[in-house]
T-cell receptor
Framework: NAGVMQNPRHLVRRRGQEARLRCSPM?????VYWYRQLPEEGLKFMVY????????ESGMPKERFSAEFPKEGPSILRIQQVVRGDSAAYFC???????????FGQGTRLTVV | KNEVEQSPQNLTAQEGEFITINCSYS?????LHWLQQHPGGGIVSLFM???GKKKHGRLIATINIQEKHSSLHITASHPRDSAVYIC??????????FGTGTSLTVIP
């Protein structure tokens, strides 16, 4: 049973481009969480999704950021028109049910140049 | 004020020492997590607990709900335990709040 898979591991984008980060949850997990870790800072919650639904997006910036978790395929965190301040490590985690242990992916390190 | 307070921020120990990392939180929770993050690496979930105590190998996690406090203990520490240990709690709305982490270095 593969763990939570995130790709790419490293992503470089120029200012103004779009970044797409993918997260494949563990088999049987229908809950996905995205977190951001800015340089020299702790993890911050961004969004919680269940298959085809956004449950809680209170940690998402209001503009340029969106997330989805379609019925088929990975969860996608999309950042439009990236800026230097978006450079961070983005982690996703998955769990089989609400309020159960979540398992983390290796993260995607986004660098905006 | 952060909802989660961790201490110490940095910790250096000699190999073999017993290590304790503390975490205090200020609101009601449904679960508390201890995570491990290696330099340049991903995050591993060590424990999830909502009461009592859990043990996995040389790691022990405890939680006191009344005092809103949790501890992570490492017995017989080893250099490979060097990492950042993060305490996080999950509230009833399933949101996660993270501590700033404790950077542990175990010297041979």
């Amino acid at each position: 049973n593969a763990g939570v898979m995130q790709n790419p591991r490293h992503l470089v984008r120029r200012r103004g481009q779009e970044a797409r980060l993918r997260c494949s949850p563990m088999k049987g997990h229908s809950h996905v969480y995205w977190y951001r870790q800015l340089p020299e800072e702790g993890l911050k919650f961004m969004v919680y999704l269940q298959k085809e639904n956004i449950i809680d997006e209170s940690g998402m910036p209001k503009e340029r950021f969106s997330a989805e978790f379609p019925k088929e395929g990975p969860s996608i965190l999309r950042i439009q028109q990236v800026v230097r301040g978006d450079s961070a490590a983005y982690f996703c985690a998955s769990s089989p049910y609400q309020h159960t242990e979540a398992f983390f992916g290796q993260g995607t390190r986004l660098t905006v140049v | 004020k952060n909802e989660v307070e961790q201490s110490p921020q940095n910790l250096t120990a000699q190999e073999g020492e017993f290590i304790t990392i503390n975490c205090s939180y200020s609101v009601g929770i449904s679960a508390l997590h201890w995570l491990q993050q290696h330099p340049g690496g991903g995050i591993v979930s060590l424990f999830m607990l909502s009461s009592g105590k859990k043990k996995h190998g040389r790691l022990i996690a405890t939680i006191n709900i009344q005092e809103k406090h949790s501890s992570l203990h490492i017995t017989a520490s080893h250099p490979r335990d060097s990492a950042v240990y993060i305490c996080a709690f999950q509230n009833t709305g399933n949101q996660f709040y993270f501590g700033t982490g404790t950077s542990l270095t175990v010297i041979p």
